[in-house]
């Protein structure tokens, strides 16, 4: 069952995130793009609108948090849900499946913001690209993986605690403030950074090749329906 939770949660995830931010970027520079680039000047604001267009959308990733749940439960607490059906789980425990919401959102804003923040700012600053959908694949790839390391890095504290509160048995939960203390306390501060090496030697390359491959798709049609329009 985690299997199928794992799969479609990161399905969704990946559709939502990687389609999701273009038009949120589309969005902010023909409603903000003047704002953006009157505090931050016309080079760092488009990095900058970038980051928050991925922000806005990691924020509003929490929609998808059932099935996050459902999945790591199923994984870090499988007596929590063994032996019940989706839909029984879904109607018996109802808004608890977004226990976590909080915290996933605070995760996901830095999170994403460093990951699209990231990516566009080795375009701009290393590879010096006025247009971005203009970078080959080979600087894609690079810009994706300057982009994946520090969401990973940013968001790594975060994620501990929203893993802790959702890995909870349903009739037992604390507060991710509590968790948070009880973590300090027993374990130090370290254990907010707990299993980084390893989430960016795993997690990591995942995360680079579907954002590289989402990225080289969405430039392609972004700049073949311009080709299109000038016809």
């Excluded at 931010?21 to 953006?36: A, E, G, I, T, V």
């Excluded at 027993?186 to 990591?204: D, M, N």
Aim: with cysteine; proline share 3%; glycine share 8%.
């Amino acid at each position: 069952m985690s299997i199928q939770f794992s799969k479609g949660y990161k399905i969704l995830q990946k559709i939502y995130r990687f389609g999701g931010q273009p038009m949120m970027k589309d969005y902010l520079s023909n409603n903000y793009r003047q704002k953006f680039y009157f505090y931050f000047g016309d080079r760092h604001g488009k990095t900058i609108l970038h980051a928050t267009a991925g922000s806005l959308i990691g924020i509003g990733e929490v929609i998808l948090l059932p099935l996050d749940v459902l999945r790591i439960r199923a994984q870090t607490n499988p007596t929590a849900i063994r032996g019940r059906g989706i839909m029984r789980i879904v109607k018996t425990e109802g808004t608890s499946l977004y226990r976590g919401a909080s915290w996933t959102a605070a995760r996901n804003a830095p999170g994403s913001f460093a990951l699209f923040g990231g990516s566009a700012a080795f375009k701009e600053y290393v590879f010096h690209l006025e247009n971005y959908n203009d970078a080959t694949f080979p600087q894609i790839f690079l810009s994706s993986i300057a982009g994946a390391s520090a969401s990973v890095m940013i968001a790594q504290p975060l994620d501990v605690i929203k893993t802790r509160v959702q890995s909870q048995a349903f009739e037992d939960p604390l507060c991710g403030i509590t968790i948070l203390r009880k973590l300090l306390v027993e374990e130090g501060s370290r254990a907010l950074f707990k299993g980084l090496i390893t989430k960016l030697s795993v997690v990591g390359p995942k995360l680079v090749f579907s954002f590289s491959i989402a990225q080289y798709l969405i430039a392609y049609l972004e700049k073949s329906l311009v080709q299109t329009q000038e016809r």
